[in-house]
């Protein structure tokens, strides 16, 4: 069984940084596909990035519109864990962050983490 646990979600002021952290358990493959989904209150979970498995060590990077140029998706495949560094963060940035691994390339994702809050303070 896989498990998913994020971290370095915190309050910060508009214009800072965070990165966020999601720690896997049990068995990631490095030909799994990963992503960030956030949601704020009162509204619907939104896809924030994703990680698609192209090649051996080679991986494709998707962005949310809203984020492109401001945030980075990562992986240490060696430490199964996903990163997300957030530069330049907007009030609107607010929400609570999730991370999800899927077994596939596309299609729904399998196995999703808590979340952790990020607060960004106008």
């Known amino acids: 069984q896989v498990q998913l646990v994020e971290s370095g979600g915190g309050l910060v002021q508009a214009g800072g940084s965070l990165r966020l952290s999601c720690a896997a358990s049990?068995?990631?493959?490095?030909?799994?596909?990963m992503g960030w989904f956030r949601q704020a209150p009162g509204k619907e979970r939104e896809f924030v990035a994703s990680l698609r498995w192209i090649a051996q060590n080679t991986y494709y990077a998707d962005y949310a519109e809203s984020v492109k140029g401001r945030f980075t998706i990562s992986r240490d495949n060696a430490k199964n864990t996903l990163y997300l560094q957030m530069n330049t963060l907007k009030f609107e940035d607010t929400a609570v962050y999730h991370c999800?691994?899927?077994?596939?390339?596309?299609?729904?994702?399998?196995?999703w983490g808590q979340g952790t809050q990020v607060t960004v303070s106008s």
């Open positions: 049990g068995r990631i493959f490095s030909t799994y596909g």
């Open positions: 999800a691994a899927r077994r596939t390339a596309y299609g729904q994702y399998d196995y």
